[in-house]
């Protein structure tokens, strides 16, 4: 069984990620606010994609929540992801490496 995954960006994932940014030594908290936002529309315009869901058991429910996250707020590239198993070689050994690839219906 497979499991499928939502990539892209949120509005709430940005601004998750601009917020884990620490204040520098002895930052005011309005430049430190202001570097905050700055990151957010950074994040927002770029093109980092992070995953934004949990592993789904069906792409329907992937797609359920690609719906529910348009309504909340801005987003781009709202995509599924499944697993892909790949076989690398390095050196001697065999080594399995996971990726996830783009699903499409």
């Known amino acids: 069984m497979t499991t499928f995954r939502v990539y892209g960006m949120t509005e709430s994932k940005a601004r998750q990620l601009a917020r884990s940014l620490p204040p ?12 905050e936002q700055e990151r957010f529309e950074q994040l927002m315009s770029g093109g ?17 929540f690609i719906d529910l996250a348009k ?10 992801r499944r697993p892909e198993t790949i076989q690398v070689q390095r050196g001697k050994k065999t080594v399995h ?9």
Not at 71 to 80: D, F, P, Q
Request: hydrophobic letters at 25%.
């Open 24 to 35: 520098k030594n002895r930052e005011s908290i309005e430049d430190y606010e202001n570097r």
């Open 48 to 64: 980092k994609e992070v995953p934004l869901s949990t592993a789904f058991d069906a792409p329907q429910f992937a797609k359920q």
């Open 71 to 80: 309504k909340a707020g801005r987003y781009r590239n709202l995509h599924i």
């Open 97 to 105: 490496t996971t990726y996830w690839k783009e699903y499409v219906t």
